[in-house]
């Protein structure tokens, strides 16, 4: 029915049974202007992405880098095995900064520490403690789907 | 060509006369070689032969009073020029002396061997004809600059000037001697570098200033969208040293719940803390990081793999783009490779408060910032009655927060706005009633189709009257008109301000000129597939200060994530929204009817965040719990007020083209929708489009 412009419909469950008939355009996996997720399509790691919050921006941003980036591409049985000192001058640089990055025992489980967002990694157990404060500064950062578009 | 005819025909007998005339005496004329034919009339000049004496007189007192005015203009008009060149000259000395203030190192460079003469030259020729103050800040700088001058002699004539402005206003004392001066000069040195409040004439040392002189990267402005590229400079920059001016006392915080969350806290300290409880009870403060984050100004320099710094209190009051440098408020300037101007805007006044004196001018509030926050919510503890002057987001929003505390305070909340409904330029208009009604659930008094004529101070009360006669009496206004884009820096930078949407035009990629960016909510920008647009929404400007930082470091791509915004009317009504959405296009909107699972507390309960966009972030389109059973409004039409809008999602269209959509009660369906509009397609039926939304699934 129509209210001046405005066309208002009212839908039950059984009119949205049927699947849409909508058609989508296909997406470009490879658009240049894409936001992407933590991985670029390169392989590389997007250091932009809003679901590493201000870790890599941050003062220990510069570690950071460094012992993700050693993991990401270490091809060690245990992955990131041999990253050990890049991950220990990373806690080391936390340390510095409590009030950025608290260490909280129960963030001993991964980058995505606490009910995060990060969709990236999440096998990644034993390596960093990454501390509450990141999980706010995910937050913060915005809508940017890490996933998808 | 056949009209002329036809009106010359016409006017024929007239014609006939004159042209008779005219052609006879032209041709006797003519043939007797005359160069002008005399025509008809044969009307005399004044001063003919038949003319009389006195007429003579006046002629020649005519002709004498005109050359004697032009000649007094052309005189005035020369004076004035050279008056603005010597400004000019005096302008661009001291411009260039203020560049060698910071330490030697930096001064050799930019000291050409035929400066120093210039400059002293210029400053003789200016000094008694410069005002005090103009002049004060360059000897200042000039004498700091001493030290690293080579030729004792130049440097001995500048200290003459300098000391001669530091201590009395003889432009004669020159040939002091270097010693005494130096003396002056490192105090001098040590007051100009730190700010004026903190003059300590401490001993001296090569102390960094306080301020850089030189800054790769410059943000001006220090809100969402500064801190956004901050963040993307130096996740793509590794070891970017990026500073941030901003007027505000204040770090980068985010202004969201400025109008919602900070409201809703049961802490008594909350002004303090500026901490909010979300729903789903985790507290976090709305400044972005806390100060440990970044570093100081003066470290900036020269720390170990760079950072951020903030400089707070100062104002960038001139921009140099040929010289690719800035001017702040206190006349310290400070160059830059890559510069963002991220200046958000003030809040608009209506006129009629603006006019209205002093004592209402006290009792109102233009709400934007962390003071206006914290004066407001004094004033709704101390005072009886608030009336909010705005029906869109921030009005709104704010009335549905002091609403809620209405009851507990015994406050009288009181909102006004021209439009027929709550929202009235957002949403379409059934929509809008119906928000209408909630927001006075809330508790306000909201007065529609209200414009304010005049508002006076009388008896104590704030007196608003509006034109068809209603008049409400308060104890304070606030007004939420609207943002005026600050557009201050143009002038000086050229940069080319948008006439129909305000603020700095930039084009696709957020770039205004070579080396400068624009973002936020000052960003008059071209989105590829929306058109020319400005928003002022919190989302944007993280999503614009992301892109000018990647663009800033290389990047070139344009504005194509499209950013979303929400709002929440208290706990039971919230929507998220995205692209154009503006209630004068045509609109389709889907319903449902709402459970209790689908209001903005149980969303965010369940995905364990707070701010609606992060909701956003995590989760993949799909469902959060599992899916429930909606049941659907019946389609019978009863009046408009029983219509039971709970749940549902409204689509804009523009030449038949999606270019917004509300999501109304249905959350973490974003992706979906931004999906939609990036798409741009024509589409048939539009349920089969919101068939995607899944509205009744959970």
Redesign the interface.
């Known amino acids: 029915r129509f209210y001046c412009k405005d066309r208002i419909i009212f839908v039950t469950k059984e009119d949205h049974e049927a699947p849409s008939n909508a058609e989508l355009v296909e997406d470009d996996p490879n658009d240049p202007y894409e936001d992407h997720g933590l991985i670029l399509p390169s392989g590389e790691i997007n250091w932009n992405c809003p679901c590493l919050g201000g870790m890599a921006s941050g003062p220990c941003g510069q570690q950071f880098k460094e012992a993700f980036s050693c993991f990401h591409y270490s091809t060690e049985e245990v992955k990131g095995s041999e990253c050990i000192e890049h991950f220990r001058g990373m806690q080391e640089c936390m340390q510095k900064y409590p009030e950025l990055y608290p260490q909280e025992d129960e963030n001993e489980s991964g980058p995505s520490g606490g009910d995060d967002t990060a969709p990236a990694e999440p096998s990644n157990t034993d390596a960093a403690s990454v501390p509450d404060s990141s999980v706010d500064e995910v937050t913060v950062a915005g809508t940017e789907n890490a996933a998808t578009s | 060509m056949f009209q002329c005819k036809t009106v010359w025909n016409k006017m024929a007998p007239l014609a006939r006369a004159s042209s008779t005339l005219c052609r006879q005496s032209g041709k006797r004329e003519v043939l007797r070689h005359v160069r002008r034919p005399v025509l008809a009339h044969q009307a005399l000049m004044s001063s003919g032969a038949t003319g009389g004496g006195m007429e003579n007189t006046l002629y020649v007192l005519l002709v004498g009073a005109t050359c004697l005015g032009g000649g007094v203009f052309v005189y005035r008009t020369l004076s004035r020029d050279k008056a603005r060149y010597d400004d000019r000259l005096s302008d661009i000395s001291s411009r260039w002396s203020e560049q060698r203030e910071q330490g030697p190192a930096q001064a050799e460079p930019q000291q050409g061997a035929a400066d120093p003469s210039i400059t002293e030259s210029v400053v003789k020729e200016v000094s008694p004809e410069a005002s005090e103050t103009a002049f004060k800040v360059p000897t200042l700088e000039v004498a700091t600059e001493a030290p690293a001058v080579e030729a004792p002699v130049t440097g001995a004539r500048i200290t003459g000037t300098c000391l001669t402005d530091a201590e009395s206003a003889d432009p004669s004392s020159l040939g002091e001697s270097a010693e005494p001066g130096l003396a002056a000069w490192q105090n001098v040195t040590e007051s100009a570098s730190d700010p004026p409040p903190a003059s300590a004439m401490s001993p001296v040392e090569p102390a960094l200033p306080e301020v850089p002189e030189h800054a790769p990267y410059l943000l001006i402005g220090g809100g969402t969208a500064s801190f956004?590229a901050?963040?993307?400079?130096?996740?793509?920059d590794?070891?970017a040293r990026v500073l941030i001016v901003t007027d505000e006392a204040d770090l980068p915080y985010?202004r969201p719940p400025l109008s919602k969350e900070l409201w809703f806290s049961d802490d008594p300290s909350v002004t303090e803390t500026l901490r909010f409880k979300q729903w789903n009870g985790k507290e976090?403060s709305i400044y972005?990081?806390?100060?440990?984050?970044y570093?100081s100004p003066r470290e900036l320099q020269t720390v170990e793999?760079g950072?951020?710094a903030v400089l707070m209190d100062r104002k960038v009051t001139h921009m140099d783009v040929r010289g690719s440098k800035v001017k702040l408020s206190d006349g310290t300037e400070i160059s830059y490779d890559k510069c963002l101007i991220a200046t958000g805007g003030v809040p608009r006044n209506l006129q009629v408060i603006e006019r209205a004196g002093e004592e209402v001018k006290k009792r109102t509030t233009l709400f934007r910032k962390i003071e206006d926050f914290r004066a407001l919510e004094k004033v709704s503890r101390e005072l009886k009655s608030i009336t909010i002057i705005g029906g869109g987001f921030l009005g709104s929003e704010l009335a549905c927060a002091l609403g809620r505390r209405s009851a507990d305070l015994g406050l009288e909340v009181v909102q006004m706005f021209p439009e027929k409904g709550n929202m009235g330029k957002v949403l379409?208009?059934?929509l809008s009633n119906w928000t209408t009604e909630k927001v006075k659930k809330e508790g306000v008094t909201v007065l529609t189709d209200a414009v304010v004529k005049n508002v006076s101070y009388k008896d104590g009360k704030v007196q608003i009257r509006m034109k068809d006669g209603r008049v409400v009496k308060t104890d304070h206004v606030v007004a939420a008109v609207g943002l005026e884009p600050n557009v201050e820096l143009a002038r000086s930078a050229g940069l080319e301000v948008d006439s129909d949407f305000g603020g700095y035009r930039v084009n696709a990629e957020l770039q205004a000129r070579a080396n400068i960016w624009v973002a936020g909510d000052a960003a008059c920008f071209y989105d590829i597939k929306l058109g020319r647009r400005r928003v002022e929404h919190?989302?944007h400007a993280?999503?614009s200060g992301?892109l000018a930082?990647?663009n800033m470091t290389g990047a070139d791509?344009?504005y194509?994530?499209q950013?979303?915004f929400w709002s929440d009317l208290g706990p039971d009504v919230g929507y998220e929204a995205i692209g154009i959405v503006d209630s004068n296009l045509?609109?389709?909107?889907?319903?449902?009817k709402a459970t209790a699972k689908d209001t903005p507390r149980a969303v965010t309960e369940l995905s364990?965040?707070?701010?609606r966009?992060?909701s956003?972030?995590?989760a993949?389109?799909g469902a959060v719990a599992g899916a429930v059973?909606?049941?659907?409004?019946?389609?019978a039409?009863p009046p408009q007020q029983k219509e039971d809008y709970g749940k549902g999602v409204i689509f804009y269209l523009r030449d038949k083209v999606v270019v917004g959509i509300v999501l109304w009660n249905v959350f973490n369906r974003?992706?979906i929708a931004?999906?939609?509009i990036?798409?741009g397609?024509e589409?048939a039926?539009?349920?089969?489009?919101?068939?995607?939304f899944?509205?009744?699934d959970d």
């Open positions: 956004a901050a963040r993307s400079i130096r996740a793509r590794p070891g985010m976090r972005f990081q806390p100060p440990s984050f570093v793999n950072g951020v379409p208009e059934y919190h989302d993280v999503v992301r930082g990647e791509k344009p194509w994530h950013s979303m045509p609109t389709v909107g889907v319903f449902t364990g965040t707070g701010i966009s992060e956003e972030t995590e993949v389109a059973a909606g049941a659907a409004g019946a389609p039409p974003m992706p931004r999906k939609i990036k798409d397609e589409h039926d539009l349920n089969e489009v919101a068939k995607l899944n509205i009744h």
